[in-house]
């Protein structure tokens, strides 16, 4: 982020004793933890991915931190949708998420986007508040290209994630510098040809670790530190506790969303 992701004042007694076993480590200390504090991170699904993500993104102290969801909370989500109660079944699963994070971290601003991310939205809400980072929460195909077409027009660094059963995916664009989603995958798959959770379920936990890895993208970006997962897909697999990375091929030049010719173009 440079420099200009910094606060100003200086850190409260109540920051310091807060954020002072992550200000131990190396890369972030105190003018570190001021970028955190001053940066801004979007994320699209208030569900599975999203409450890991959200939650340790707050109780990292980053500043600001978006959600956007139109959906409410069900039942069957409490199994793995760990920011929502079984009191918050039938409310929005934003507005839920939203007083978890005030709970967990009353000094971050959440910004609450009770909308499904579409065509007609999603530009407007990615530059809202000129957000850092963005964060793929979402659990279907056609919302996943959607953010990644966005954020690659305007340039918005993000983390991409999904999961069945017992096995997730992870990597990180950088729009211009990476491969991004459409790069790998090209175009949304035809309805029925991949299973979803609703067919095949989900391991709760296994989820965490996909939300929680995302967190981890996130704050490694800002801080501008170690190796994000940019032209590397990380694949996890519960069953076998094993992670295995695949190098992905660089920018595929005839891609629709992020070729030379697209990309030289000013937004």
Do not use: W
Not at 1 to 11: A, H, P, S, Y
Not at 78 to 96: E, T, Y
Not at 134 to 161: M, W, Y
Not at 226 to 231: A, E, I, P, S
């Amino acid at each position: 982020m440079g420099d200009e992701g910094v606060r100003t004042q200086q850190l409260t007694q109540e920051e310091r004793e807060r954020y002072s076993r992550q200000m131990l480590l190396a890369g972030v200390g105190e003018a570190g933890q001021q970028k955190l504090l001053a940066s801004k991170v979007l994320i699209v699904g208030a569900g599975g991915l999203g409450s890991p993500a959200a939650m340790y993104l707050a109780a990292s102290g980053v500043g600001e931190v978006g959600i956007v969801d139109d959906d409410v909370v069900d039942l069957s989500n409490l199994q793995r949708q760990i920011a929502h109660r079984s009191a918050d079944v039938g409310r929005k699963k934003a507005d839920s998420m939203a007083r978890t994070l005030a709970t967990l971290n009353p000094a971050v601003r959440v910004n609450v986007y009770r909308e499904r991310i579409s065509e007609d939205n999603a530009e407007d809400i990615l530059c809202d508040r000129s957000y850092d980072f963005v964060l793929d929460c979402t659990d279907n195909f056609p919302a996943k290209f959607l953010i990644n077409d966005a954020c690659v027009r305007l340039r918005k660094p993000f983390s991409h994630a999904g999961i069945t059963g017992f096995s997730g995916q992870i990597m990180t664009v950088l729009p211009g510098e990476s491969p991004c989603y459409r790069c790998i995958f090209e175009d949304v798959p035809k309805e029925g040809t991949v299973p979803t959770s609703r067919e095949i379920g989900v391991l709760g936990a296994a989820v965490g670790v996909m939300g929680s890895l995302q967190a981890v993208e996130a704050v490694k970006y800002i801080l501008g530190i170690g190796d994000l997962l940019v032209g590397r897909l990380l694949i996890y697999d519960a069953l076998t506790m094993k992670f295995r990375e695949v190098e992905l091929p660089k920018r595929n030049e005839s891609c629709a969303v992020c070729n030379e010719e697209v990309m030289a173009q000013e937004f």
